[in-house]
């Protein structure tokens, strides 16, 4: 009898994982700015500025009173310039206006600002031709934000827009999450790498490269290993090798049931397995340990099948990462209406692949790829979801309105 879960419930495992992670989040770190794209914030953020700074112009044209405009055309002196950088302390009087541009601060006793498009400029008499209403194209201090308002919250990930609102503020530094550190492992006698020559049996690496894209495309900087053989010794010391020198160890193949598959053996004895086989497909054999005598790092053992490894990771396994570095948000999911019949005849959950597109009436549409193989690379490469069939087996119907997780 084993003292793990096996044959556990999709929902079952994101419970597993979640815990996991909880419990191993990565400690916060100071990071520059411009180092901090995609990360995980540590702490919420507060503004330490209003925004916008002050009252500023969000045209190039006049600052002028809006009082001072008549029904007709109206004609203003011009009494000064006040460009974007500088604050002059300029102050208009009844019947005056200002050259002013864009982000400039507005001098006093100006309201309203005229597009240069819609004034004339005759020496230092400004003819108003279009008149703006009262407050038009000014941005007014603190519309923004105030001093003290919670601008982002730990947790959230640090897209451009909330680098820049950062920036914005003066930051130079965020608090974030500290992101784990991946050692990459591929497993399998019969791989052979791209552009060495393949002997009768052998296939290629596939699942390095895809692996090390997906870990990338997280911002993650994944060390990769050299293609271990099916040899429990040399699989033991590798693993014990990063075990002890990275926070997430993921390995790709040999966690199945055949003679040929050491991994799980490996973790049973030397680690402490949280989870192995999940009720999914493709990826069924998916193992979760933490590292126990092979060293403090967790343990992601993905199938070996190249489908199964883009399933297991986009569901399972970013969850895990997510969790590592305290993300709020969860990731984006979708609905879409099936584009064609499909049955399916199995009790697992399935993660099958599909294309997305979506029409002129506004409706996300997604084809399934028929060629649902684990091993059928090129059905994951032609598609850009994976479509949620939920647990036992149905028919659904064309138009069936079923979740997606673009990828
Ligand atoms: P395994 O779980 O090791 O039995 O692998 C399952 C299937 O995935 C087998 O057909 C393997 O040849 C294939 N496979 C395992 N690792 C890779 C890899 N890195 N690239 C491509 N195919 C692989
Ligand atoms: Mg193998």
Redesign the pocket.
């Known amino acids: 009898m084993s003292d793990f879960p096996t044959r556990i419930t999709y929902a079952a495992a994101c419970e597993i994982v979640d815990a996991v992670a909880i419990d191993r989040q990565r400690p916060p770190e100071r990071c520059a700015l411009p180092r901090a794209h995609g990360r995980v914030l540590a702490a919420d953020v507060h503004a330490v500025l209003q925004q916008p700074p002050f009252d500023n112009s969000a045209m190039d044209g006049f600052a002028l009173r809006h009082a001072d405009l008549g029904d007709g055309d109206t004609t203003l002196e011009l009494a000064g310039e006040q460009f974007a950088g500088t604050a002059l302390d300029l102050h208009i009087g009844p019947g005056q206006c200002t050259r002013i541009t864009t982000g400039a601060p507005l001098p006093a006793a100006a309201d309203t600002v005229v597009m240069k498009e819609n004034a004339a400029v005759d020496a230092n008499r400004v003819r108003v031709l279009v008149a703006p209403g009262p407050g038009q194209h000014v941005r007014r201090a603190g519309e923004d934000s105030a001093v003290g308002d919670r601008l982002l919250q730990a947790g959230d990930v640090l897209s451009p827009s909330r680098v820049a609102l950062c920036a914005s503020q003066g930051m130079a530094e965020l608090e974030v999450r500290r992101r784990p550190t991946v050692a990459v492992f591929t497993?399998?006698?019969?791989?052979v790498e791209p552009g060495l020559p393949l002997r009768p049996g052998e296939i290629y690496n596939s699942n390095r490269e895809q692996l090390m894209g997906l870990l990338r495309a997280e911002g993650l900087e994944p060390v990769a290993w050299p293609t271990l053989p099916?040899d429990p010794g040399t699989i033991e010391s590798a693993l014990r090798h990063a075990g002890n020198a990275f926070d997430l160890v993921i390995t790709c193949?040999?966690v199945?049931a055949?003679e040929?598959?050491h991994v799980p053996a490996l973790l049973q004895a030397q680690g402490r397995v949280r989870f192995w086989k999940v009720r999914m497909k493709p990826g069924m054999p998916l193992l979760l340990a933490e590292g126990g005598r092979l060293g403090d790092a967790l343990f992601l053992c993905l199938p070996?099948n190249p489908v199964s490894v883009l399933a297991t990771w986009l569901t399972l396994g970013r969850r895990l990462l997510d969790g590592l570095q305290g993300r709020r948000e969860p990731r984006l999911r979708l609905h879409a209406r099936l584009g064609t019949d499909w049955h399916k005849g199995h009790e697992r959950l399935e993660f099958l692949r599909g294309r997305l597109h979506c029409g002129d009436d506004g409706v996300l549409r997604v084809e399934p790829n028929p060629a649902d193989g684990s091993h059928r690379m090129r059905a994951a490469a032609d598609s850009d979801a994976l479509i949620v069939l939920a647990e036992g087996p149905r028919d659904y119907p064309v138009d069936s309105v079923v979740e997606v997780l673009p990828y």
Request: glycine fraction near 38%; charged fraction near 40%; aromatic fraction near 0%.
């Open positions: 497993t399998g006698d019969e791989l099916d193949g040999g199945s055949g040929k598959d070996g």
